[in-house]
């Protein structure tokens, strides 16, 4: 089962790769190709090179020094603030982004409309930068978002069970979430935490029940 990682040492590559696979808008690293000694923002439209022949830089400036050369499709040696094109894509990508986690689309003419924007030139540049149309955008995160709750399910069914005797004493304090053996499969950087937490206060209460009765 595929877990996202957190971002340090070599977890750090396979959560950009993911990023560069998704194209998603991010202006915290580059990424070059050994092949073509070209480096490209993670959200270039251009064709995706083999993982075997791709490495990561923090920033142009690094990967230039490593003997590559920006790509003229993304222009990855101009930040956004410095790129309005740029600059207004990635506020579309975080917005249409944020929409989804709130369990809602965007009305594309509304998107352009608060951006000031036409909606030709705003679909325009969004192709460009990206490869995908909004609407195409919006259901690529959806699809992730979707996966991401799948794998959530996942390891909360996969939980060890702990089973309570009416015989014994039942205290919510002898649960050792530090267990090794009940931890090591979970990626908590992907539980819902609020909803752990509801899980917990139920646990709890049916627990208090429990006790009550014998």
């Known amino acids: 089962m595929s877990l996202l990682l957190p971002l340090d040492s070599g977890d750090c590559e396979t959560s950009r790769w993911r990023m560069v696979t998704s194209r998603v808008s991010n202006d915290s690293f580059v990424y070059a190709v050994r092949s073509t000694r070209i480096y490209c923002r993670p959200s270039c439209p251009s064709r995706l090179a083999r993982r075997a022949n791709v490495e990561f830089y923090d920033d142009a400036m690094r990967a230039e020094a490593a003997g590559y050369r920006p790509c003229k499709r993304c222009k990855p040696q101009l930040h956004s603030k410095d790129d309005p094109q740029q600059r207004a894509v990635d506020r579309a990508c975080k917005d249409i982004s944020n929409a989804v986690l709130c369990g809602r689309r965007l009305k594309f003419q509304q998107l352009a409309s608060d951006m000031k924007l036409s909606p030709g030139y705003l679909h325009r540049s969004f192709k460009k930068i990206t490869g995908l149309t ?19 399910e996942d390891q909360v069914e996969n939980l060890p069970v702990i089973a ?36 917990m206060e139920i646990n709890t209460e049916r627990c208090d029940v429990v006790c009550k009765s014998v």
């Not at 909004?134 to 959530?152: F, G």
């Open 164 to 199: 309570v005797s009416e015989n014994e004493d039942c205290l919510p304090g002898d649960i050792d979430f530090n267990d090794a053996s009940m931890c090591e499969h979970v990626d908590w950087d992907l539980i819902d935490w609020n909803a752990f937490d509801s899980m």
């Open 134 to 152: 909004p609407v195409q955008y919006t259901k690529r995160i959806e699809q992730q978002n979707e996966a991401k709750a799948h794998r959530v």
